[in-house]
């Protein structure tokens, strides 16, 4: 089992940038491939970005990719997520998700068992 604490939501203008952080306790970090999804408001949870466990191999969804960056750092325990040129269409809470193992292009909500509480990400326009 893991638990996933994010950090780092906030509110932003269009344009800004903000890095999203989410701490790993529990079994070894890296038997999980790591990943974000987020969820509008009326809307249903949608991949973001994903990882796999050595840190290669990053996946995005085509509306961030380009402007958003995923990594983790296995020492210390973290996924991080450099978000860049926020759009207004990018508010949403934003949860830290992990599976063991498994491809980081796999984005189905139901392909994650463990998630963290979400951040709220607000961008103005």
């Known amino acids: 089992q893991v638990q996933l604490v994010e950090s780092g939501g906030g509110l932003v203008q269009a344009r800004g940038s903000l890095r999203l952080s989410c701490a790993a306790s529990g079994r070894t970090f890296t038997s999980y491939t790591m990943a974000w999804f987020r969820q509008a408001p009326g809307k249903g949870r949608e991949f973001v970005a994903g990882?796999?466990?050595?840190?290669?191999?990053?996946y995005y969804a085509d509306a961030v990719k380009g402007r958003f960056t995923i990594s983790r750092d296995n020492a210390k325990n973290l996924v991080s997520l450099n978000m860049n040129s926020l759009k207004p269409e990018d508010t949403a809470v934003y949860y830290c998700?992990?599976?063991?193992?498994?491809?980081?292009?796999?984005?189905?909500?139901?392909?994650?068992?463990?998630w963290g509480q979400g951040t709220q990400v607000t961008v103005s326009s």
């Open positions: 990882i796999s466990w050595t840190g290669g191999s990053p």
């Open positions: 998700a992990a599976r063991v193992r498994g491809s980081p292009s796999l984005t189905g909500v139901n392909e994650f068992a463990y």
